[in-house]
């Protein structure tokens, strides 16, 4: 008879799989985004919707909100950064254990919004790197839900054995961003 | 009802007079008397509540500083405002209020961190939204829209990555009005502040073309 099981045999060839490092690793990562909710203003109400079961962000993977840095991999900054508030977000985006990724969340976040004042940072990406930007005063829950499986799909891109080995992801991120800032 | 009540305040308090107002009483108090006054207010007339403390900058006047006071009659249901005259220009200074009405502490803080009025008298007069080592005063009247560059509160993180604090680009912002043509054309008070990240300031612009010539040279 011939054989017409055309998936994984375990049976003819053992309890293996080949496939390479960084997508095991990355398909780990990226199916448990923990993410650390830094609400500032009024987005912070839409980061709570896209957690509640209307629009329910456990879906993707990613709903374990943990309020203490240690614990989480995901930063959403989502709201208004004053630069009284500065601090705080750059001390709590330090405490995060490696890897570690940022969402802005809103216009404010992403660049100051409508706040062009004394008191506001113009974008939090002058003081921690951020991966995923997100649009919108404040974005609607798909539109969080359309960043964070972005940033699902970044994850997915990343060296991450080479970063495991050569541990200067962080250095050389902030390199890139004081060169940035430089610029700028 | 307004009018008897002032003739009631002055016939008591002859140092008030009346302030032009389009809704509430208003009257101008001598600062040297301001404690005493809100106490009668507080104790006989039924002013027993404290809305609102602020300042107005009168920029080129003097005096420059005006504190304002709205006072609440929960019995009465009537407001009343009180006018009160800085008599320094450069080191404004009024008596504090939180002896009379505790509401007046966190109030006045407000109006020292952002109008730059001292509260004589103030158990803790501390900045309240802005950080403790800010240089400046944001409301008064000289104070650029913009705001004025000065390092980030923390000095490590400002270290660490470059930031500081930065006059923000008002273009495009929503506290001016866009009207027809560019705004440093419809609005003169913001010609300094009309730059974007393409656009220059006009200042950075002129300074600009001052090094280059030096260097033609």
Same mark, same amino acid.
């Given at each position: 008879?011939?054989?017409?099981?055309?998936?994984?045999?375990?049976?003819?060839?053992?309890?293996?799989?080949?496939?390479?490092?960084?997508?095991?690793?990355?398909?780990? $990562?990226?199916?448990?985004?923990?993410?650390?909710?830094?609400?500032?203003?009024?987005?912070?109400?839409?980061?709570?919707?896209?957690?509640?079961?209307?629009?329910?962000?456990? $879906?993707?993977?990613?709903?374990?909100? $943990?309020?203490?840095?240690?614990?989480?991999?995901?930063?959403?900054?989502?709201?208004?950064?004053?630069?009284?508030?500065?601090?705080?977000?750059?001390?709590?985006?330090?405490?995060?254990?490696? =890897?570690?990724?940022?969402?802005?969340?809103?216009?404010?976040?992403?660049?100051?919004?409508?706040?062009?004042?004394?008191?506001?940072?113009?974008?939090?990406?002058?003081?921690?790197?951020?991966?995923?930007?997100?649009?919108?005063? =404040?974005?609607? =829950?798909?539109?969080?839900?359309?960043?964070?499986?972005?940033?699902?799909?970044?994850?997915? $891109?990343?060296?991450?054995?080479?970063?495991?080995?050569?541990?200067?992801?962080?250095?050389?991120?902030?390199?890139?961003?004081?060169?940035?800032?430089?610029?700028? | 009802?307004?009018?008897?009540?002032?003739?009631?305040?002055?016939?008591?308090?002859?140092?008030?007079?009346? #302030?032009?107002?389009?809704?509430?009483? *208003?009257?101008?108090?001598?600062?040297?008397?301001?404690?005493?006054?809100?106490?009668?207010? #507080?104790?006989?007339?039924?002013?027993?509540?404290?809305?609102?403390?602020?300042?107005?900058?009168?920029?080129?006047?003097?005096?420059?500083?005006?504190?304002?006071?709205?006072?609440?009659?929960?019995?009465?249901?009537?407001?009343?405002?009180?006018?009160?005259?800085?008599?320094?220009?450069?080191?404004?200074?009024?008596?504090?209020?939180?002896?009379?009405?505790?509401?007046?502490?966190?109030?006045?803080?407000?109006?020292?961190?952002?109008?730059?009025?001292?509260?004589?008298?103030?158990?803790?007069?501390? %900045?309240?939204?802005?950080?403790?080592?800010?240089?400046?005063?944001?409301?008064?009247?000289?104070?650029?829209?913009?705001?004025?560059?000065?390092?980030?509160?923390?000095?490590?993180?400002?270290?660490?990555?470059? *930031?500081?604090?930065? *006059? *923000?680009?008002?273009?495009?912002?929503?506290?001016?009005?866009?009207?027809?043509?560019?705004?440093?054309?419809?609005?003169? #008070?913001?010609?300094?502040?009309?730059?974007?990240?393409?656009?220059? %300031?006009?200042?950075? %612009?002129?300074?600009?073309?001052?090094?280059?010539?030096?260097?033609?040279?």
């Amino acid at each position: 008879m011939q054989n017409t099981n055309l998936a994984y045999d375990s049976k003819v060839e053992g309890e293996i799989i080949v496939t390479q490092a960084d997508a095991v690793i990355n398909w780990i $990562r990226k199916h448990s985004v923990w993410p650390m909710p830094m609400g500032l203003a009024c987005c912070a109400i839409e980061l709570m919707a896209a957690g509640g079961s209307r629009f329910d962000i456990s $879906r993707f993977g990613m709903e374990v909100m $943990r309020f203490s840095p240690r614990q989480a991999d995901c930063m959403i900054v989502a709201g208004t950064v004053t630069y009284k508030m500065a601090e705080v977000v750059r001390r709590i985006y330090e405490q995060m254990a490696e =890897p570690k990724w940022v969402v802005a969340m809103g216009a404010c976040a992403s660049t100051g919004g409508m706040y062009r004042s004394y008191a506001t940072m113009q974008g939090v990406d002058r003081i921690i790197p951020v991966d995923v930007y997100v649009s919108g005063c =404040p974005p609607r =829950p798909e539109a969080l839900l359309d960043a964070m499986i972005k940033l699902q799909d970044k994850i997915g $891109r990343e060296s991450s054995l080479k970063n495991l080995t050569a541990r200067k992801r962080q250095p050389a991120k902030q390199a890139a961003l004081a060169g940035a800032v430089n610029e700028s | 009802m307004a009018q008897s009540e002032l003739a009631q305040f002055q016939e008591r308090f002859d140092y008030l007079t009346e #302030r032009p107002s389009s809704d509430h009483l *208003a009257v101008n108090c001598p600062p040297e008397k301001l404690v005493e006054f809100t106490t009668a207010l #507080r104790d006989d007339f039924g002013y027993d509540m404290l809305i609102d403390v602020t300042a107005v900058d009168w920029d080129a006047q003097s005096p420059r500083f005006t504190g304002i006071y709205h006072l609440l009659s929960t019995t009465k249901h009537e407001y009343l405002r009180i006018a009160v005259a800085c008599p320094d220009d450069i080191h404004p200074s009024l008596p504090s209020l939180t002896s009379v009405f505790a509401a007046a502490n966190w109030h006045e803080r407000e109006t020292y961190d952002l109008m730059g009025i001292h509260y004589a008298g103030h158990p803790n007069l501390r %900045r309240i939204l802005m950080w403790d080592a800010y240089p400046y005063h944001p409301l008064r009247k000289d104070f650029p829209l913009a705001g004025i560059e000065v390092p980030l509160p923390a000095a490590d993180v400002a270290e660490a990555t470059q *930031a500081k604090v930065i *006059a *923000a680009p008002m273009m495009g912002g929503p506290f001016v009005s866009s009207g027809d043509g560019t705004m440093d054309q419809t609005e003169p #008070r913001a010609r300094d502040e009309s730059w974007t990240e393409e656009r220059e %300031r006009p200042n950075d %612009r002129a300074e600009k073309s001052e090094s280059s010539t030096d260097l033609a040279r």
